[in-house]
Each structure stands twice: as C-alpha cells, then as structure tokens.
C-alpha cells in the first residue's frame, strides 16, 4: 500500500511538474532561444546600424510566439528601445530608429516646453511605431523632419482652460513653435482639475496646427474632451 502511494505521489508531482513547465514556456518561451535569438538580433544590430549595441533583457511575445531584446546603442546609454523576430520579408524588426525620432522630438522642444509650461506635470515625446524598417535602411538614420512619420508631444499641467483665454495663449505659443518646425508632429494638452478629479484634453493634429493663428483659433479648432480621472 505504501508503494503505491509513493507511486502515485510521484506520478502526480510529475504531472503537476510537467504542467507548470508547459505554463511557464507558453508565457515566457524557452529560455535557450531567448539566449541564442537574443545574440541573433544584435548581429543584425550591429551590421545594420554600423554600430555596436548592447542586449538590457530578453523578451518573448507568448501572443505571437515571438522571441526579442531590449537593445541600446553602446554610445547612447539612455536610449532603449526593442526588436524583435520579424515577419514576411523582414528576418527581424526593430523599433530603433522610433527610439531615436522620439528623443529628437523630445529633445528639440524640452527648452521650449520649459520655459512655456514651467509647472509642467508631464512632458514626453512619442513617434508612430512601425515604419522604421520601411523608411530607414541604415546606418545612418534620418531626421523625423526629414522623413513622413507622425511624431506627437503630450504636456500635462494642472488648472483648467475653461474661461482661461492665458491657458490657450500658452497653447497658441507652443503650436506657433510647432508650426515652425515643419514636421508631422501632434500635440496634446492634458489639464487637471484637482479639486472634480477631471481632466480636460484638448488634441491638435499637424492639418490645424497648419491653420492657427490666433487664441480665438486655438478656442475654435481645438478637439477637447474630458474625462473622469478614476
């Protein structure tokens, strides 16, 4: 009797085993194909960029079963970015070139937006994921000026800009910069109000920013909405 428990105690700690390891592939894949897929993509980093990167994690897609990295060029510590087994006629893709648009854009309006918004909550950049295989063919990578990708920037700040014609004078300062810059950048402004827990968003794509002028155009053309903030 007690063999056969000891069996079965065996067989079923197998069973539980064999179960939490198909788990734990089907989520997190195989750990020896993250290690050589891993070195695959930053070989083709590498040699598509003309330049040497360095793998910060491993990755797997359990939605797609896809194996990646988060990569940074050795030369630009800060920029992190992923990529990825690719699809159709791409062996791999990669998001690096997204990466270096966003810090272009950030970096290109940071002094503006501080000296604008200086009780900013929130500032950021981000860039259309998806089109850099397409757009660049490397090494070198062009200005999001220079190529059609849309590129956006967020500022959050508290306050309301209802009755508050000095909120869309700032609004009407920041897209007035925008417009100079010739480039199919977005802009959104996110503002608190604290005291209701709302915010109010107010959204301008590059074909209005093209049209403003004036404040009463920013009250006009802009595509404001509010949200509860839960």
Request: negative net charge.
């Amino acid at each position: 009797m007690k063999l056969y428990f000891r069996k079965l105690l065996i067989m079923c700690s197998v069973v539980l085993l064999s179960v939490a390891l198909f788990i734990y592939v089907s989520f997190s894949g195989f750990p020896w194909k993250k290690y050589t897929v891993g070195k695959e993509i930053q070989a083709y980093l590498d040699e598509r960029y003309d330049q040497p990167f360095l793998i910060k994690d491993r990755l797997y897609n359990f939605k797609d079963g896809k194996y990646g990295i988060k990569a940074t060029p050795v030369k630009e510590a800060d920029l992190q970015f992923t990529a990825w087994e690719g699809y159709g006629d791409y062996e791999y893709i990669d998001y690096y070139p997204e990466a270096v648009w966003e810090k272009q854009v950030y970096d290109d309006f940071e002094e503006i937006v501080n000296k604008i918004y200086p009780d900013h909550t929130m500032y950021n950049a981000s860039t259309a994921m998806g089109f850099g295989n397409e757009l660049v063919k490397g090494p070198e990578i062009p200005s999001y000026r220079d190529v059609d990708v849309l590129t956006s920037i967020a500022i959050s700040t508290r306050g309301s800009v209802v009755g508050n014609d000095s909120e869309f004078a700032r609004m009407l300062a920041i897209l007035s910069e925008i417009k100079k810059a010739e480039a199919n950048i977005e802009v959104s402004f996110h503002y608190y109000r604290t005291t209701e827990q709302k915010i109010e968003y107010l959204h301008f794509d590059r074909t209005i920013i093209n049209k403003i002028t004036t404040i009463e155009d920013v009250k006009k053309m802009a595509r404001m909405s509010v949200w509860v903030n839960n």
